[in-house]
């Protein structure tokens, strides 16, 4: 039987945390922790660190709480023990012993102690950002850690989570996970006093694929018990670096900040998005169909947050969104239009995307009803943001137009769709119509004349 706890706990003075104190016991193998009796004793932090005792663990007095187990698993985290932080009247750096003892139903006994602290180190990093990094190239990020807390951090604690890129496995100190995301948990025992800035003596190095333009990292710098510090597993972390350990040098204490944690990578590939439309063929009253969207041409992929385009339907058209579904509650996803606003009629509609990886398109059928006789013209628009329009290669196909042939309507040449076809245009047969009828009225006056003659 053990008890696992952190050799020190850091608690927040300005920003209160109401946090569970990492406390893990693990009654062994092919056993269960039911019947065990965790004894947490924290009468030395009383009047420096506030603790709130609940449900299993509300037996006791003053800063000695009894907490009893009756979880089945081997192994249990202490979820009723919890810490809201320093107390209002402590000085910042004021610390004591908390101590556990765990005693098992069969007399087995374990202990743990944590040094728990009023006051945490605040921990800034440098401010980094990668443009036009060199696509399927690796890309080094230089960065470092200042403390601008009350108290020293006796060690660093670095996570990185990769997006759409790998983190190189390049250094000893360092653990990386080895499914899902590309992520790294690196550990540093250099202690860092108040006002000290350390740099790192190498840059952390990650890749993305040729076909990469935006990438990012996400760095987080804690400080060993720190209830406001990033929540992972370390568990996760089980691939060893391979190479020299990452090391902390003495630096000035310029170009940190306290929201450094993102840092957005660049790359110089190029897109082309080209837009998706056609022709509407029919007769005012019909509802045509029509395909519309986008298209990526280029050699690099396009991320769906800074992909969008517009439908402006010809003079004389109107499109018809689909008809909104009724709610279903068994439903797992509501079906949903992709473009706004969900109104017939409008002069704009603007839609959304999906990413788009080299050669993929992004397409829906729309219905449009013809409404009167016109050659009128609407389009498709692409609209990029996030300097993806710098990107694109050939603006020249970011429209693509919606026009509109309605048989009968003039061509604007003077001849009808009707007259190419092999029919009469409408102005002959008038003319046809013309002459009939005074031909007709010239024969009823002259019958007419002949009859008086011979009455």
Known sequence: MTVDAPATYHTQVTDPTRVQLPVTVDAGSGSSVRGITLTVDASEVRGKVRLDAKRICTEGTGYVFTCRLTSSSRRYRLYDLVVLGADRAAEPGAHGTVRFSATGPNGQRAEAETVMTAGTPELWG??????????????????????????????????????????????????????????????????????????????????????????????????????????????????????PKLGLKPTEPKGFAQMSGHIPIDTNQRVDVRAVAGDLRGRPGDIVQLAVGLRNGGAGRVDARYLRYEVVPPRGVTLIPPEKPSPDPEADEAPYWICSPWEQGEERYTCGSKSLKPGASETQVLRFRIDERTTGTGQVKVVLKGGYAQRDSDKGNNVAKIAVRVAGADDGRGRSVARRSGGLSWGLAAGIGVVCALALAAAVFYGVRRSRRRD
């Open 126 to 243: 440098k401010k980094i950002a990668i443009e036009d990094a060199a696509a399927g190239k690796p890309v080094e990020l230089w960065g470092g850690v200042l403390n601008r807390g009350p108290v020293a951090a006796s060690g660093i604690g670095v996570t990185l989570v990769a997006s759409r890129m790998e983190i190189d496995r390049r250094y000893a100190n360092c653990r990386y996970a080895e499914s899902g995301e590309s992520r790294a948990y690196c550990y540093f025992d250099t202690q860092v006093e108040p006002g000290e800035a350390y740099a790192f003596d190498a840059p952390f190095v990650v890749e993305g694929a040729a076909e990469l333009t935006k990438g990012s990292v996400s760095l987080r710098i804690f400080a060993p018990g720190q209830d406001a510090g990033p929540y992972f597993d370390e568990d996760e972390y089980t691939v060893p670096g391979t190479g």
